[in-house]
Nanobody
Framework: QVQLVESGGGLVQAGGSLRLSCASS????????IGWFRQAPGKEREFVAA????????YYADSVKGRFTISRDNAKNTVYLQMNSSKPEDTALYYC?????????????????WGQGTLVTVSS
């Protein structure tokens, strides 16, 4: 069982920045692709970004491309989501998830382990 813990959420003004972290104590953390998803009130969960095991390959939802950056530090067992130029529509509960596949995907059903989420609120 891989445990994931998100942190870094909070309140930010539109145009501001936040950095979310997804940490794990799993010693084989580098064997998992990691994805970030979010769920806004009354909406379905949606894909945000994902990164491969090595960190070389990453994917982004069109809605965040150019504003968010996903990265990872396998030595620290941590994946980051840098959120810049935040918009009110970025307000959501953000989850990270782990997938055993070599390359990450946008389909939430392929992810095996999920964190509890961290809340991001962007004020206008």
């Amino acid at each position: 069982q891989v445990q994931l813990v998100e942190s870094g959420g909070g309140l930010v003004q539109a145009g501001g920045s936040l950095r979310l972290s997804c940490a794990s104590s799993e010693r084989t953390f580098s064997r998992y692709a990691i994805g970030w998803f979010r769920q806004a009130p009354g909406k379905e969960r949606e894909f945000v970004a994902a990164i491969s095991r090595s960190g070389i390959t990453s994917y982004y939802a069109d809605s965040v491309k150019g504003r968010f950056t996903i990265s990872r530090d396998n030595a620290k067992n941590t994946v980051y989501l840098q959120m810049n130029s935040s918009k009110p529509e970025d307000t959501a509960l953000y989850y990270c998830a782990a997938d055993r596949s070599v390359l990450p995907g946008q389909d939430a059903s392929r992810y095996d382990y999920w964190g509890q989420g961290t809340l991001v609120t962007v004020s206008s």
